[in-house]
């Protein structure tokens, strides 16, 4: 496991290919003005100690601690151990009603988005808690499942709309339903399902799923957002109204927050009923009661600490830095011995 800290400095490496054509160009020039002023072979007469692969060899190092320099700069994190961290808190399931009749104005900025704002409010508020995602309309469909990853939880959120689900109304008994699977009925930490709500309910049945859920130890808070005099659902294209929804009559459809339905789940289970219209009364109200539950402890496997490894390579690039300076472009007599470069005369 691994973290760069500052990739912005990656654009740097631009300057290699840079550096690679501009040695180029040079060379092609030097070529050039060298055969104006004499013949091949009396330049080697004139310059016999010079090295054109060390040239060569001086532009890959220069190009090599370049490249080091970066990735020093960049900052390679390394993940040294992982530790198991105990946690404590509760399972939270948020059913969040994705239907047409969400895109009511009568609350700003609309019934979803207002909706959307309370989720991410609550999930600035939880601690150790693990939270799940569900979407509903005229059919309940998982969206994230129960996971410790809030960062997760807030894009799959914002992701959520209308067009989703292809039926159209509200289940929320389906949401109540699938929210079931969510929870381990093995795992004593306390269960809770938020769903949030205009409470228009096409499916009716919640009495008896809300009594099965309540068996099983599930807690429903369940929060109202709309207001009961309604207001119409407006169809609108790149955010410019065109027109709002009419029914076969060719009447303009107003939609109604309807509590009766939600105050019922949330009765049968013993949790908490609440309008949505102030989002901080809510998040406060729900944090209360969640903070009543007993919170059980599950673990959680993850790196707990990384190490700095841009030293490895600041220190390469210097050595490569310091190999460049001493490595002259002429010929030298003990490495001719040797000859590491080829350059024995023949």
């Given amino acids: 496991m ?6 912005s400095y990656f654009i740097v ?3 290699i290919p840079l550096l690679v054509v501009v040695y180029l160009i040079f060379t092609i020039w030097k070529s050039r003005k060298q055969k104006n002023f004499a013949q091949k072979e009396a330049l080697k007469r004139l310059s ?7 040239s060569i060899l001086k532009l890959i190092l220069v190009c090599l601690a370049l490249f080091l320099l970066v990735i020093a700069l960049v900052n390679p994190r390394m993940g040294t151990k992982t530790e198991e961290i105990k946690r ?3 399972d939270v399931v948020f059913a969040l009603d994705v ?8 609350i700003a900025p609309n019934r979803l988005e207002k909706a959307k704002q309370i989720v991410n409010q609550l999930l600035n508020k939880l601690g150790g808690d693990r939270v799940g995602i569900i979407g509903y309309a005229g059919s309940a469909f ?7 990853d809030y960062n997760a939880a807030r894009m799959f959120l914002s992701a959520m709309n209308t067009d989703m689900v292809s039926s159209q109304g509200t289940a929320i008994a389906e949401a109540i339903e699938l929210s079931k699977t969510y929870f381990d009925p093995e795992n004593p930490t306390s269960k809770v399902l938020i769903i949030i709500s205009d409470g228009e309910d096409h499916q009716g049945n919640t009495t008896a799923i809300s009594t099965e859920a309540s068996n099983e130890g599930i807690k429903i808070i369940s929060i109202a957002v709309g207001k009961a005099s309604g207001g119409p659902i407006p169809i609108k294209r790149n955010g410019i109204l065109q027109e709002y929804m009419r029914d076969n009559n060719g009447e303009r459809v107003i939609t109604r927050m309807q509590e009766d339905v939600l105050r019922e789940v949330a009765t049968k289970t013993n949790g908490l009923f609440l309008y949505g219209d102030i989002t901080s009364e809510v998040v406060e109200e729900v944090s209360k009661y969640l ?3 007993d919170k059980e402890a599950f673990e959680a496997v993850q790196f707990s600490e990384f190490k700095n490894q841009f030293q490895w390579f600041l220190g390469a690039a210097l050595l490569l830095l310091f190999i460049d300076v001493f490595l002259l472009e002429r010929k030298t007599i003990w490495l001719e011995k040797l000859n590491l470069f080829n350059e024995k005369k023949r």
């Fill in 2 to 7: 691994y973290q760069l800290e500052n990739t």
């Fill in 13 to 15: 490496l631009a300057a």
């Fill in 48 to 54: 016999p100690s010079q090295s054109t692969f060390k």
């Fill in 88 to 90: 404590e808190g509760v």
């Fill in 291 to 293: 903070n009543t539950l």
């Fill in 142 to 148: 998982p969206q994230l499942p129960i996971t410790t």
């Fill in 99 to 106: 239907s047409k009749s969400m895109l009511a104005e009568d």
